[in-house]
């Protein structure tokens, strides 16, 4: 079985602090990770994604994650914070097991403070 | 390109009541799901569809909730009868179909808000 788990359900950051949310993964087989971001009454958007290429993954607006098999983490980082990045972020991990499956975690609500 | 397209955006009914959404995916994506998202959780997955076909509907209550897609582009998601607890966002998805497995990136729409009284 698979599951996804997003340490804190909140994180405050300064504007132009360093962004860091925390994600851990377990699955049976090889996984595929992403990030999603959702805005207030929008539906979610790929930040990034992990596919069994590259470890350390580049996305949209600056964001990154590393893939960290031994510890099973995948969490996602930003230099430095912008106001716009405000908004609820999802972790999901993709695996096949007997068919192609996707599991979200709870989320975790970023705030920046000015 | 167009995104996937959901209506209504939102929608109140009381318990009891029917209700029923409908998502229109990205053009030529052969994959789409349907998602439950209640506030302050992540997306819970209904059902998905491959084309016309349903790959997953293990957690759809089917004693109330149906869900089809009939020509396998847009698909309706029903609720009858309605519970308090099924007020959530009705998130559907979309991805394209490569060399004969889904692709793993999703696509969203902008979701259907239902409250039920």
């Known amino acids: 079985a698979q599951s996804v788990t997003q340490l804190g359900s909140h994180v405050s950051v300064s504007e132009g602090a360093l962004v860091l949310l925390r994600c851990n993964y377990s699955?049976?087989?090889?996984?595929?990770l992403f990030w999603y971001v959702q805005y207030p009454n929008q539906g979610l958007q790929l930040l990034l994604k992990?596919?069994?290429?590259?470890?350390l993954v580049k996305g949209i607006n600056g964001f990154e994650a590393e893939f960290k098999k031994s510890e099973t983490s995948f969490h996602l980082t930003k230099p430095s914070a912008h106001m716009s990045d405000a908004a609820e972020y999802f972790c999901?991990?993709?695996?096949?097991?007997?068919?192609?499956?996707?599991?979200f975690g709870a989320g975790t609500r970023l705030f920046v403070k000015a | 390109e167009a995104g996937v397209a959901q209506s209504p955006r939102y929608k109140i009914i009381e318990k009891r009541q029917s209700v029923a959404f409908w998502c229109n995916p990205i053009?030529?994506?052969?994959?789409l799901y349907w998602y439950q998202q209640i506030l302050g959780q992540g997306p819970k997955l209904l059902i998905q569809?491959?084309?016309?076909?349903?790959?997953?509907d293990s957690q759809l209550p089917k004693d109330r909730f149906s869900a089809e897609r009939l020509k396998g582009v847009d698909s309706t998601l029903k609720i009858q009868p309605a519970k308090l607890e099924d007020s959530a966002v009705y998130l559907c998805?979309?991805?394209?179909?490569?060399?004969?497995?889904?692709?793993?990136?999703?696509?969203f729409g902008p979701g259907t808000r239902l409250t039920v009284t």
């Open positions: 569809f491959q084309n016309n076909g349903v790959v997953d």
């Open positions: 992990y596919t069994s290429a590259a470890t």
């Open positions: 998805a979309s991805s394209l179909l490569k060399g004969g497995r889904t692709d793993y990136e999703q696509y």
């Open positions: 999901a991990v993709t695996s096949f097991t007997g068919g192609f499956k996707t599991i």
């Open positions: 699955s049976s087989v090889p996984p595929y």
């Open positions: 053009s030529g994506h052969a994959t």
